[in-house]
C-alpha cells in the first residue's frame, strides 16, 4: 500500500512539467522523527519525491536538510516513521542498503579518491570482474571493460571536457570531480541521486557544469533530491523546493509558485505559508 500523498502546489506547476506528478511518488517518507540526546533532528518531517523531478531542500544551518536526507539514505535510522520506495516499505540500517535499493548520495567532501583515476573513482566498490575464469577464479578485474563503460557514462552526461579515462582525478578541476562523483551515481541503474551541496565549492563556469548534469540526470527519469543554499541555482533546477526549519517541513513551494526572497523569509521564519489542505 502506498502512503497517501502529499498536496501539490500544482497550479503553480508549469504545464510542461506536470506529467511528472501524475505518477505514484518514487520515494515517500512519512513522519520521520530523529532525536539526538536532547536536539531534535527532525520532528515528524514529510517528503515525497517523483520520478523525473529535481526536489530542493533548503534551510537554514541546523535545521535539518542533512539529518532528512541521511534518514533517507541509511546513514541514520529515524526513531520513528517510515519510508516507501515505489510503493513499497524500506528499511534501510546503513547507506549499503540504500545504495542496493537505488539510491545514490553525492556529498560535497569525499566524493571522489584524487589519486586513482576516472574509471576507478567510477567503479569505486563495486569494480567489474573479467568474465569467466579468469574474474571468477583469479579475481581479476575488467579494466578495459570499466575504462570503456566509464567512458560512456561521462560521455552519456555530456562532460565532454574529459578525455582520458585513465586520468587521474586529482588532475581534474573541482568542478570535473563533481562531474565525476555525479557520473558515479547516476552510473549504476539509480533510481534516486541526493545531493548535498553539490556546487558549494565550485567556480560559476563549474557550477553550471554540474547544474547542466542535474537536468540531464532528471531528464533521463531519476529522481534528483538537491540540497543546496545557493538560491539561484535552486530556483534554476528545482521543480519543487522543500524549506526545511528547526526541524520540520515549513512548507513546500516552487520556483513559479514563490521568489527567492520569500523562500529564504520562510526558511528563516520572516513569513510562515499557509497550510495547504
Ligand atoms: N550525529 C549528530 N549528533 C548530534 N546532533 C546532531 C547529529 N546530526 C545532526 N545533529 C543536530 O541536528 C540538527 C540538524 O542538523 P543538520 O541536519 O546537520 O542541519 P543542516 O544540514 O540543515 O545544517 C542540528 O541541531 C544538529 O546539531
Ligand atoms: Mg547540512
Redesign the pocket.
Known sequence: MSAERLPLTHDAIPESRRHIYESDPILSARDLVIT?GR?V?LDGVNLDLYKGEVLAVI?D????????IKCITGAYVPDSGTLELEGKRVTFRRPQDAREAGIETVYQQLAVIPALDIASNLYLAREERRPGILGSVFRMLDKKGMKERAGTSVQNLGIQTIQNMGQAVETLSGGQRQAVAVARAAAFGSKVVVLDEPTAALGVKESGMVLDMIKQLRDTGLAVILISHNMPHVWEVADRIHI?RL?GCAGVITPQSHEMGDGVAIMTGAKTLEPTA
Open positions: 539526538f536536539v533532528g534551510g544551518n541546523g535545521a535539518g536538510k542533512s539529518t532528512l526545511q526541524g
